[in-house]
């Protein structure tokens, strides 16, 4: 008889085992889900920029002012016949 209960406690620890530590288990499972949150955060931070270079890109398609703003802003672009002055900050 305890013999065979013996046996039976190391079935139960070998079954805990895999519940707890196995790839499956409970830690196992922890790390799964917490790896899917950092994913769903970046998919949403993904998506969102996104969002915003599509927007930019119609205003750019549809507006010749957008595009003639964004050259002027990032290119330092001017029309022929305007005079471009460059006021240096003072170095106080």
Same mark, same amino acid.
């Given at each position: 008889?305890k013999?065979?209960?013996?046996? @039976? ?6 079954? #805990?085992q #895999?519940?707890?530590f196995? #790839? ?5 499972? !922890?790390?799964l889900?917490a790896?899917?949150?950092?994913? #769903?955060?970046?998919?949403? $931070?993904l998506?969102? &920029?996104? +969002? !915003?270079?599509? +927007? *930019?890109?119609?205003?750019? !398609?549809?507006? $010749? +002012?957008?595009?003639?703003a &964004?050259? &002027? $802003?990032? @290119?330092?672009?001017? &029309?022929?016949?305007?005079v471009?002055y @460059?006021?240096? *900050? $003072?170095?106080?």
């Open positions: 008889m013999i065979a209960i013996g046996i @039976l406690v190391v079935i139960l620890l070998a079954l #805990q #895999q519940i707890w196995g #790839q499956s288990g409970y830690f196992g499972r !922890k790390a889900a790896r899917q949150a950092e994913q #769903q955060s970046r998919t949403e $931070s998506t969102m &920029r996104n +969002a !915003k270079m599509t +927007a *930019e890109v119609l205003a750019l !398609k549809s507006d $010749s +002012a957008a595009f003639e &964004r050259a &002027r $802003s990032e @290119l330092g672009m001017v &029309r022929e016949g305007e471009f @460059l006021i240096p *900050e $003072s170095q106080d």
